[in-house]
């Protein structure tokens, strides 16, 4: 064991591995999964891993903060780029994406910086345990209690950069973000401050104060992709298979992404379409395809939006008829709008035709019975 702790080419291997080839793989296995854009769905745990392979257990290796951060930083750009080439829809909101990569890179590698410190030569086996352990919880995050996942900085970022990929950008995530950085820099104290002990107690405080935050304010649940396709019959029986138009008012955050929006409809080639028919299914995609993706807090608020743009942009005259005939025939019409959505700032949709129309049928019934 002491010559494989001492073996600098070994622990690069476990830095190529964890940050780079393993995730790259998970891409690749999911690139033909049978659901809409499977990689923007669960693009946050994935790019999560690689940042953590990467930057802590580099920066365990070299005892080099930078290092670490550069490191992840680039795997992050890297395997983004990747899973565009794999069939990602374009980042709705790279700024928040680019700010999630940044605070992880700095908390993963803060954490292998004092690996480092305190275990010497040691300190990249330790990385790569915690490494394996967070992974692993990120895996099997279906199964685990919800104040476990709680505690894990990998399940914040994972949060964090997920929220940048489906929702409503990483503000939603804001208590994932702040836990991060707080962390990044409790660690650094205690590794600036090494041999000394006391500052451990800091450290662990900030951790579980953090953990807290993130525990009363949760980000958004994870996107799901529901493949089920419903017929106006089952709307009818079941209306909650639509997500509710909320009834209370916006918070701050939503309300500004929704003006966005909106600000963006009005510039959106598929909302001016000439065909009166197309142009409302163009409109319904905008509440269908975040819908799919469980992309709250706003999905909920999407639908009194496209119910007013139909309002405006339908005539009066024949609008009911439009939409009872798009609920009554989802496979009519094309829905490749749904690619275009990236340009109001929502998610695109890959794939699959079946789960983007049926959504469309459900939002067209409940806006023509309104």
Excluded: C
């Amino acid at each position: 064991m002491k010559a494989l702790a001492h073996n600098p080419p070994l622990a690069w291997l476990t830095v190529v591995l964890a940050g780079a080839v393993l995730p790259a793989l998970a891409m690749l296995l999911l690139r033909d999964a049978p659901a809409p854009a499977p990689l923007a769905l669960i693009g946050g745990p994935i790019l999560a891993v690689g940042l953590m392979g990467i930057g802590m257990i580099a920066a365990a290796t070299v005892g080099r903060f930078w290092i670490g951060v550069l490191l992840a930083l680039l795997a992050g750009v890297g395997l983004i780029q990747l899973a565009r080439v794999f069939g990602m829809p374009a980042l709705p909101h790279p700024f928040s994406t680019g700010l999630a990569v940044i605070v992880a890179s700095f908390s993963f590698a803060a954490r292998g910086l004092l690996f480092a410190r305190a275990m010497a030569g040691n300190g990249w086996l330790m990385a790569l345990f915690v490494v394996s352990g967070e992974a692993a919880m990120l895996a099997t995050a279906a199964y685990l209690p919800a104040w476990l996942l709680t505690l894990l900085p990998a399940q914040w970022a994972s949060t964090a950069i997920q929220t940048a990929l489906t929702g409503t950008g990483t503000r939603a995530a804001s208590s994932a973000l702040i836990a991060l950085g707080g962390t990044a820099a409790a660690t650094l104290l205690v590794a600036r401050l090494w041999p000394r002990r006391w500052p451990y107690a800091i450290m662990f405080s900030v951790w579980i104060g953090l953990s807290a935050l993130v525990w009363r304010h949760p980000g958004p649940p994870p996107p799901r992709a529901d493949l089920a396709v419903h017929t106006l019959p089952s709307l009818m029986a079941r209306p909650s298979n639509v997500a509710p138009q909320s009834v209370t008012a916006p918070d701050a955050a939503t309300t500004s992404a929704l003006a966005r929006v909106q600000r963006q409809i009005e510039k959106w080639p598929a909302a001016a379409e000439a065909d009166p028919m197309q142009r409302a299914r163009n409109l319904l995609l905008i509440a269908a395809v975040p819908d799919l993706y469980d992309s709250e807090p706003l999905q909920s608020h999407l639908p009194g939006l496209v119910a007013a743009e139909l309002k405006v942009r339908i005539p009066a005259a024949n609008r009911a008829a439009i939409l009872i005939a798009i609920a009554l025939h989802p496979e009519q019409g094309s829905v490749s709008a749904r690619e275009e959505l990236p340009a109001l700032g929502l998610p695109a949709n890959l794939g699959d035709e079946a789960p983007v129309r049926s959504r469309m049928a459900l939002y067209a019934a409940q806006m023509a019975a309104q």
